[in-house]
C-alpha cells in the first residue's frame, strides 16, 4: 500500500519516510533492551510530522519531562488520526490515555490489553502495561498480559524475561527462573532474564550461583577478599561511577545507591559508607530528584533524616503528602500505606524507633507496599529496617515470632540467622548459640571471611 510501511512486529504504520521507520524500531529496541537512546523516538516526528505512532510514542517519551512538547505531539497525532492505520489507532488509544490527568490505571490496563488482544507481537505495549502494573502492584495482571501475548511470541528477544519477572513477583520461583533461562538462551543480552535470574538465586539464597552468573555475565566484575570491600567495589566502580557518563539517568543511579546504603546502615555498617552517605545525601537534598518515583522518594527520606538534613527531610514528607491529598479517592486509599511507610523511614532516619514502629505497626510486611513501585527485592530492605526497629525497642519476642516463620522461606540468608541470633541473646535463650553458629556456617560457605555484626 502506497504510504504505508511495517514496523518490527509487522504491523502496518502510516508514513513514507524509511528514516521514520527506522526511528521508531531503534526506540522499541532502546525500551527492551533498557537502553540509553531511547530518545531516539524523538527522531520520527522529524522525519515524518504526520506520523501518528512516531508522534503519540514520542508524547509518551516527554510526557515526565517535558509536558509542553509532549501535548504538542499528542495534537499532532490527533490531527492526523483518521488517516492512520488501526495498529496506530490502538496505540493512539491506549498511550494517550495513559499519560492522561488523572487516568484510572485500571481502565489505562484495559486499554492495553485490548491492543494486545488485537496486536500480540507488540512487545513495547506489553512493556509499558507492565511498567504501569509494577507500579499498581499488580504483578498478577502482568503476568496475564504476557501470557496473553506468549503463543505469539515463542522465540522472541525479551518476552522470556517480561514473563520472569512477574512469575518472581508472585513467588513462583521455579517458573521464574526456568522462563528467565529461556529468554537469556534466546539473547545473552536479554538483561532482563538475567535480572530475573539472580533475583531467583538471590531469594533461594543460592549466592555462590548468582555470584558466578554474574561475574559470566560481566567481565568487570573483579575479585577480591572481603564482602564489605566487594560491596564497596561495586557500588563505587558500578553504581556511583555511572555519574561520570553523558547519558547518565541521575535519579536512577541514586535509586541504586540509596537502597545498598540502607541496607548498610541496618547492618551497622554506617562507618564504612558514612562518606558515601553524605555525598548522596548533599546530591539527594535537590529537589530537582524528588516527586519523580515513591521509591525514590522513600529511599531519600531516612538517608536526609541520618545526615542530619532534617528541615529537607519534613518538606519532602509534606510534600508526599500534599500529592496524596491531591489524588483520586481510590489512588488515595492505594498509596496509605506507601504514605504510613514514608512517615515511619523519616522517623527512623532521626533516631526515633518508637514512633517509627507505631507507624508501621506490629504486623508489617513490605509486600504490601508494592504501589511505591519496588520489586519484592527491593522492599526486602523495608523488612530490614522494621526487624531494627523491633530490636532497637526491646521488642525481641516479636523478632522471634516473625522471623521463626519468615526464615523459613529463606534459611540461607545468613543476616536474617544474625537478627534471630540477636533476638534471642535479647531474651536470655539458649538458641542463642546455635543460631549463631548457624549464621557463621552460612557465612563461611558464601564468603572469605564472617560479615561484621
Not at 141 to 166: I, K
Not at 345 to 373: H, S, T, V, W
Amino acid at each position: 500500500m502506497e504510504g504505508v510501511k511495517s514496523d518490527r512486529w509487522g504491523y502496518q504504520v502510516k508514513t513514507s519516510s524509511d528514516s521514520c521507520i527506522s526511528a521508531i524500531n531503534a526506540y522499541y529496541h532502546q525500551v527492551l533492551s533498557y537502553g540509553r537512546e531511547r530518545r531516539v523516538i524523538l527522531e520520527a516526528p522529524k522525519h515524518d510530522k504526520d506520523c501518528v505512532l512516531g508522534n503519540i510514542l514520542a508524547a509518551h517519551f516527554l510526557s515526565s519531562s517535558d509536558a509542553s512538547t509532549a501535548d504538542f505531539l499528542i495534537q499532532a497525532a490527533k490531527s492526523r488520526l483518521e488517516e492512520a492505520t488501526s495498529y496506530e489507532k490502538a496505540v493512539f488509544e491506549s498511550v494517550s490515555y495513559l499519560i492522561s490527568q488523572d487516568r484510572d490505571d485500571d481502565v489505562a490496563v484495559e486499554l492495553h490489553s485490548k491492543l494486545l488482544k488485537k496486536f500480540p507481537k507488540d512487545l513495547v505495549s506489553l512493556k509499558r502495561a507492565q511498567v504501569l502494573c509494577f507500579y499498581m502492584g499488580r504483578p498478577d495482571l502482568s503476568l496475564d498480559l504476557v501470557q496473553q501475548v506468549l503463543p505469539y511470541n515463542q522465540q522472541e528477544d525479551y518476552v522470556y524475561g517480561m514473563l520472569a519477572f512477574p512469575l518472581l513477583e508472585l513467588g513462583q520461583m521455579a517458573d521464574a527462573e526456568e522462563a528467565a533461562k529461556k529468554g537469556f538462551e534466546i539473547n545473552k543480552r536479554d538483561f532482563w532474564s538475567q535480572h530475573a535470574l539472580c533475583h531467583v538465586l538471590q531469594y533461594e539464597c543460592r549466592f555462590k550461583e548468582a555470584v558466578q552468573f554474574m561475574e559470566e555475565c560481566s567481565s568487570t566484575w573483579g575479585s577480591c577478599h572481603s564482602p564489605i570491600r566487594k560491596v564497596l567495589e561495586v557500588y563505587d566502580n558500578h553504581i556511583w561511577k555511572e555519574l561520570e557518563k553523558t547519558d547518565a539517568v541521575y535519579p536512577e543511579v541514586y535509586l541504586n545507591a540509596l537502597g545498598l546504603l540502607l541496607r548498610f546502615y541496618v547492618r551497622g555498617e554506617v562507618d564504612v559508607f558514612e562518606d558515601r552517605l553524605k555525598i548522596i545525601a548533599d546530591c539527594v537534598k535537590d529537589q530537582a530528584n524528588w516527586y519523580l518515583e515513591w521509591h525514590l522518594d522513600l529511599l531519600i527520606l531516612p538517608t536526609l533524616a541520618i545526615t542530619g538534613e532534617l528541615s529537607k527531610a519534613e518538606e519532602l514528607l509534606e510534600g508526599l503528602k500534599s500529592r496524596l491529598s491531591k489524588m483520586t479517592k481510590k489512588k488515595q486509599q492505594l498509596m496509605q500505606t506507601g504514605i504510613q511507610l514514608a512517615e515511619s523511614l523519616y522517623e527512623y532516619g532521626r533516631g526515633n524507633d518508637k514512633k517509627a514502629l507505631e507507624l508501621l505497626g506490629p504486623n508489617f510486611d513490605a509486600n504490601a507496599c508494592k504501589m511505591i513501585g519496588a520489586s519484592d527485592e527491593q522492599l526486602d530492605v523495608f523488612n530490614e529496617v522494621w526487624y531494627s526497629m523491633l530490636l532497637n525497642t526491646g521488642q525481641a519476642a516479636k523478632v522471634i515470632e516473625v522471623l521463626e516463620k519468615r526464615i523459613k522461606k529463606r534459611e540461607g540468608n545468613p543476616f536474617m540467622w544474625r537478627l534471630l541470633e540477636r533476638a534471642y541473646s535479647m531474651a536470655e535463650k539458649q538458641e542463642a548459640a546455635t543460631v549463631g553458629e548457624k549464621a557463621r556456617a552460612l557465612e563461611a560457605a558464601y564468603f572469605e571471611q564472617p560479615v561484621a555484626t
